[in-house]
């Protein structure tokens, strides 16, 4: 297990963090928990996967925003890490008052928890949240267009100590828009459970459901539905007025 701790030069107010020097960012986050096998309990300033935003009146240049340990768990913060320095939570550039290019969000223990791109302060492009199941590690993305949910989004969810992809779409201009696909895990493996066709109005012109075996269980429209079983062709079809 790696532990990427830091040196600080009080002088200068930088640290080192895997062979290159930032300037420490402004906030500390205080560890009132004592950190946990997999580095990722918080207390005390709590670390939510979102920089606090104070950048502004601070010179451009690569931070490092750090989380300390506090007196209550100094002993079992050494005894997990091996000494008692920060850590450093996330990297991060700013450029004139504000957070430009990838900032890079870190578990306790160094792996890399998150990637978010911005431009002028706001999120845009593509951001990847990054969680591992023992060594693997697997992404959830979404894309954003200067601060606003905008192209695709992928999720994941587990089941029998394994990732998988759960659901799949699009967003514009902030709302869900186009196919939705949501996934579940069967007896043989993963498949397609649901569709989506969204609109920007805030509902489905068309839906399905599928069983386990590809064939469609359920299909709706805004003013009819229509539910089959699960038997070989024909199926037995059940027509309802409303969804």
Not at 39 to 68: K, M, R, V
Not at 214 to 220: D, H, I, T, Y
Request: proline share 5%; with cysteine.
């Amino acid at each position: 297990f790696a532990v990427f701790a830091i040196s600080l030069s009080a002088q200068h107010d930088t640290c080192s963090f895997k062979g290159k020097k930032y300037l420490v960012y402004p906030y500390k986050i205080e560890a009132e928990n004592a950190p946990n096998a997999s580095g990722t309990e918080d207390g005390g300033n709590a670390f939510n996967g979102e920089i606090p935003p104070i950048f502004d009146s601070l010179p451009s240049g690569e931070y490092a925003l750090l989380q300390i340990p506090d007196n209550t768990f100094r002993k079992r913060w050494k005894k997990r890490f091996g000494h008692l320095n920060p850590l450093v939570r996330a990297t991060f550039t700013i450029v004139q008052g504000k957070i430009n290019g990838t900032a890079y969000l870190y578990l306790r223990g160094g792996k890399i928890d998150k990637e978010t791109n911005y431009t002028d302060g706001l999120k845009n492009g593509e951001c990847r949240n990054i969680f591992f199941i023992g060594d693997t590690p697997y992404v959830d993305i979404t894309n954003y267009k200067m601060g606003v949910l905008d192209g695709v989004f992928v999720t994941h969810n587990t089941a029998n100590g394994k990732a998988y992809v759960s659901e799949t779409g699009t967003y514009k201009d902030g709302e869900r828009n186009g196919y939705l696909r949501k996934y579940e895990v069967g007896e043989k493996g993963v498949y397609l459970a649901e569709e989506y066709f969204l609109v920007p109005e805030g509902f489905s012109k068309h839906y399905l459901s599928y069983y386990a075996n590809g064939k469609v269980m359920m299909e709706a429209y805004p003013d009819s539905s229509a539910a089959f079983n699960e038997e070989t062709p024909p199926y037995t079809r059940f027509v309802d007025d409303v969804i």
